[in-house]
């Protein structure tokens, strides 16, 4: 039903819609508006065969989830920035046994300094716990990607993390086409654990592994996550044969094909991306976009293949690795091996800074002449950082 | 429940036979057809307290439940020992997490259950002191907090004996741990600290809040049993000696434990909304020195040189304990 609808409450009817039957969730701004949404709906009776628990802490409401899912219960939390690092022994936890918990990340900033406002750094430091992780563009997608979410994850075993940007998206009224009881229970069936706490079938789960057989438990891990970058397309595909609208799937390439330079990006960005792509357009220049919407696991092939007849890449991302640049850049580079293609990395909208187009269209310029550098950060205040710099060597 | 006090003192150790109880009273691990949670070929310790401990609680809670008992261990020693991949000692529905998280885990699997509508089915939680005390606090405390549908039983063996008994926040004063080590002005592990958990959880006045040893089985088992007939977050600390961290000879493992007792060092209590309702009485009070001297984690107060100052500091814990639980049974009785 089409509604003029804040983000967080999409994302929230979206998931109350999949029949969750355990919710928990520790406050952090910017994803209390999806849980209290929630809370609501199981309080007023809205959401039946729902139980919402309010933890003490972001580690609790993983655990939770951990229990609840080990007993064949569907679950959800959501969470944000320091909140993530608090829970992230469970979350790794989580992968490694092999439970399909679903979890709205609202991307925020990580400090310090403490920051609340949105970039990439949370789920970035988290790209190699287990999870797939899907980034959404816009509400719609957000709300989408949580439906699809329960049914990668159950297919797989698998828990998946939707990222939607902090504010940006989750905060953001606009229309969206929120998904339907009868469309979801058409498209996603109930919850059949792989394996589950049964008193009349007792297992044993989370058992100590040694060296003999650890390599080969992580192996098939590895392969069963790399068997998500079949299942997500195809589940996008069932998706629009419900729904009638396309969302999700590994990338979205825009105006890609055939594009002298190409820009990378995730989330929200996006966007703006394209407002500036096609202005750029009509001043005649060979540009596009591709949109990476799985980031894990990391659909190498494809954006090989979307890119291979590229001139040059523009990765802009909202998150870095101190000391060495950017993150999506350096699984670019892994996609692009053997092709001779420039590869331009931009760090961009860290802790909540407005990525313009005009900064953008700046970007873009400077990039399809190559007299950009091979890492940007985007509007950074130079001289005040060259000044900040100089003061500490004068110290030391 | 109603349990009927028993005075057979028949034998010098105290111990009560099954030969001089009704048989119905008489105890189920002696029963061919027990419920066997924890089965053997563990890889525990000889005379391992938290073996003997989690056998007996499990078992008396599958009892109660029909055998409908979902576990949540954390992190420790019991789960190590009885679950090297690919064998398991369970025989019981069971989950590892990690090594803070067990209570939490816990309310996760009681959620499930409720919006399930399978609340046939019960939760036990369990750990160590170190998971309970130390790193699973805060996910106990938000646990007893809700109130959720969990019994949650503490075996404390007063260190970290898994990673190779360092000090927790239930090592005693005066104990050699390996980071209290035996040396110094003041050897062993400092006074004034530690967490008294069972008063902890009596503040947090949920239904049921009980200490029991693995001296006395049969008031573990009738704990567990009572615990079990109530819902919501009820808690179970249980004292289980440890040889390998304590010093001690492994055939001594029950005894020490009724020694703990018996001098007033580890009260057996009972306590339902806040309150204690029920502490388990002692006939003759005896010196912590006898408990304290079967063990070489206490060894540096007897040798080289004997520390009376520092065991009468201990006497006097154990005394304090005496009055406020009431512990010593009455001339009259």
Known sequence: MLKQIEGSRAVAEAVAVCRPEVICAYPISPQTHIVEGLSRMVKSGELLGCEFVNVESEFAAMSVAIGASATGARAYTATASQGLLYMIEAVYNASGLGLPIVMTVANRAIGGPINIWNDHSDAMSQRDCGWIQLYAETNQEAADLHVQAFKIAEELSLPVMVCMDGFILTHAYEQVDVPEQEQVDKFLPPFVPRQVLDPANPVSIGAMVGPEAFTEVRYITHANTLRALDVIPEVAKEFEGVFHRHSGGLIRPYKCAGAETVVIALGSMLGTIKDVVDEQREAGVSIGVLGIISFRPFPFDVVRTALRNATRVIIIEKAFSLGIGGIVAENIRMALAGIDIAKYTVIAGLGGRQITKASLHELFETAVTDDLRALTFLDLDQELVDTEIAKTRVQS | MTTAPIKFYQVGSYAIGNRLLPSAAGSVQSDADRTNALTSGHRACQGCGEALGARYALDAAMRVANNKVITVNATGCLEVFSTPYPETSWRIAWLHSLFGNAPAVATGIAAALKAKGRTDIRVVGQGGDGATVDIGFGALSGMFERNDDVLYICYDNEAYMNTGVQRSGATPPAARTSTTQAVGEAPGNVFGQGKNLPRIAMAHEIPYVATATVADLRDLENKVEKAM????????????????????????????????????????????RGEVTASKKIRRQVPVEEYLKLQARYGHLFSPKRRDDVIDHLQAMADRNIVRYDLLESAGE
């Open chain 2, 229 to 272: 007939q109530m819902r919501g977050a009820r808690y179970l600390h249980v004292l289980v000696p440890c040889p390998l961290g304590w010093g001690s000879q492994s055939c001594d493992t029950v005894k020490i434990a009724r020694l703990a007792t018996e001098s007033g060092l580890f009260p057996v209590f009972e306590a339902e």
